[in-house]
């Protein structure tokens, strides 16, 4: 399975409703904006009020995973930045535009800069992972002369790494609006 | 102000007495939507208690002054803590025990007769589920037809009017519960009745429920006559008890007919569903008493709680017994049917045998309201 790397853990195994949303609410508070947290529970109806709550307040539910009864549960802590800031890449490119292009080049390379959590519960196929937090010093593996697409959920990250990899020398870079929050292409993950 | 536990049977008693009831239910809005406690003069709001942590004070001038107001969620946990929080601003407030939990599992006794020589017939009505069983007692034995997983419910109950269980019947293969049927008859020895046709992939032993079989409990006092009415399933029977009681299983209710989609073969079963419904009760007496195995809509209860009605006011009445047009029959049983019950293949494999699942998942694949009926 893939690695999900997760910034907190709360274990709020053995706790029945309302304890692992009462917990959860007061550890979000202490996360940093955009940073994730690992949920673990087992109460079952935990899946499906962590979801509602998440919807309700703004947070975003990742996904879960069940391993041998134990509920993993994945939320991300709203980001002011993504919904505040101006986009400023000068190129950009739809979703719906991009979709058709993937078809027909296969060298393109489609760059995921969400958190691994929030890849793993569902990218674009093939699409290469690095965290915006990581990309700075992991551009290098990256191909200069290839056309990079950079997406994530909402467009603002992404941007942000647009800009980041045009100055790090990378000319070829499109930002993906609005990202993966309205993708209707093939996905894959857990 | 102390918040003060409310019992399902109490919150059953409210139903059948048609009482004003105010439900604060406090499960996300998609459990709510999906299946509530319903009764006729019931009221309701919807706010997950996850939107409650912060405070009440939101929601005080949404409750009405001089109504008892019930707090409900899935389990009780998260109703007491909304409870407490009710009571600290000084509202008098309930709270259901156990939450939908118990309120999906409570089973409210209705007696519906006297049999003859002092038997007695009783329906046991789930509220929370559209289910509905029934136990027949005569001098010392009793009979139950479409037990519930709540196996201990009949033990007891039996044991209370001090008869032995001799014979447990399913009309068919149950599809949106559980059946506690043979749970019952390992647990008293009784002999377990099931149709072969619905039988074909179980895996145990029991005794060929076929049309014309007659069982007489406590000696020759009272008599179970079967009739076999596919359509529903393939398998489904039906049983007349003293030439009094109509027991329809899933094939006929009292607002809406039996559906014929749950095992996949709707195309198929859509002639014998007529053909049970127009046929084979048609030529019955109109004065039989029909005994459903569901009800959908709490408007189907009698005053006394009890889900009954003559066999001759439902020809009358009952829509899906008065599609004269065949072809608009097989149409409406077959097209636009609502969504299929919440784990219905793995509540099937259950019933077969095949699977086991633990209390929990038993309780999780039984969640949300019944579903097997075309209006």
Redesign the interface.
């Given at each position: 399975m893939e690695n999900i790397n997760v910034n907190q853990r709360l274990d709020a195994k053995g706790l029945?409703?309302?304890?692992p949303?009462?917990k959860t609410?007061k550890a979000m508070k202490e996360l940093e904006s955009g940073h994730i947290i690992e949920i673990l529970a087992t109460d079952?109806?935990s899946k499906?009020?962590l979801k509602?709550?998440a919807n309700?307040s703004g947070h975003q539910y990742l996904g879960t995973i069940e391993e041998s009864g134990v509920l993993k549960h994945y939320l991300r802590k709203s980001s002011n930045v993504e919904t505040k800031n101006e986009n400023k890449h000068p190129h950009t490119i739809s979703n719906e535009e991009l979709i058709p292009l993937l078809e027909k080049n296969n060298q393109a390379v489609v760059l995921d800069v969400r958190e691994s959590a929030e890849y793993a519960f569902g990218h674009i196929p093939g699409a290469v992972s690095i965290p915006m937090g990581e990309l700075e010093k992991n551009c290098g593996n990256l191909n200069k002369e290839a056309e990079i697409y950079v997406i994530c959920r909402t467009g603002s990250r992404s941007d942000l790494a647009a800009q980041m990899l045009t100055k790090n020398g990378f000319e070829k870079v499109v930002n993906v609006v609005p990202g993966m929050s309205e993708w209707t292409g093939k996905v894959e993950g857990i | 102000m102390a918040i003060r536990p409310m019992k399902a049977s109490e919150v059953a008693k409210q139903v059948f007495n048609k009482a004003e009831l105010f439900i604060l239910d406090v499960r996300n809005e998609d459990d709510f939507q999906d299946w509530k406690i319903e009764g006729s003069n019931f009221s309701y709001l919807n706010i997950p208690y996850f939107e409650l942590l912060d405070g009440v004070d939101e929601i005080l001038e949404k409750l009405p002054a001089g109504k008892d107001i019930l707090v409900v969620c899935a389990k009780e946990g998260s109703s007491i803590m909304v409870a407490d929080m009710l009571s600290e601003k000084g509202i008098d407030v309930s709270y259901l025990e156990g939450g939908m939990k118990a309120w999906s599992e409570h089973l409210e006794p209705v007696k519906l007769g006297n049999l003859t020589d002092g038997g007695e017939l009783y329906q046991f009505v789930r509220l929370g589920k559209g289910c509905l069983s029934y136990m027949a007692i005569s001098n010392g034995e009793a009979a139950v037809i479409d037990a519930t997983r709540m196996t201990d419910i009949y033990l007891k109950f039996a044991e209370s009017k001090d008869a032995k269980i001799k014979h447990v019947f399913d009309t068919h293969l149950h599809a949106d519960h559980i059946s506690g049927g043979r749970l019952i008859a390992e647990a008293t020895g009784a002999a377990y009745w099931l149709p072969p046709k619905d039988a074909e992939e179980v895996t145990f032993a029991y005794n060929r429920l076929e049309d014309g079989n007659e069982v007489t409990i406590g000696g020759t006092s009272m008599n179970i006559h079967s009739l076999y009415s596919p359509g529903h399933t393939i398998g489904s029977t039906s049983f007349v008890i003293e030439d009094s009681y109509l027991l329809t299983g899933d094939i006929l209710f009292i607002d809406s007919i039996g559906r014929p989609d749950l095992a996949g073969l709707a195309e198929d079963w859509v002639g014998d569903l007529r053909e049970s419904l127009y046929n084979r009760y048609k030529n019955l007496s109109n004065e039989l008493i029909v005994l459903p195995a569901h009800f959908m809509m709490i408007d189907e209860l009698n005053n006394d709680g009890s889900v009954a009605e003559k066999l001759g006011v439902l020809f009358e009445k009952n829509h899906g017994l008065n599609i004269e047009n065949e072809a608009e029959f097989r149409k409406i049983v077959t097209e636009n049917l609502p969504p299929q019950p919440n784990a219905f293949k793995e509540i099937r494999e259950t019933n077969m045998g095949k699977i086991t699942p633990d209390e929990v998942t038993q309780r999780e694949m039984e969640i949300g309201p019944n579903r097997c009926a075309v209006r």
């Open positions: 029945a409703c309302p304890m949303i009462v609410k079952k109806g499906a009020d509602a709550w309700s | -």
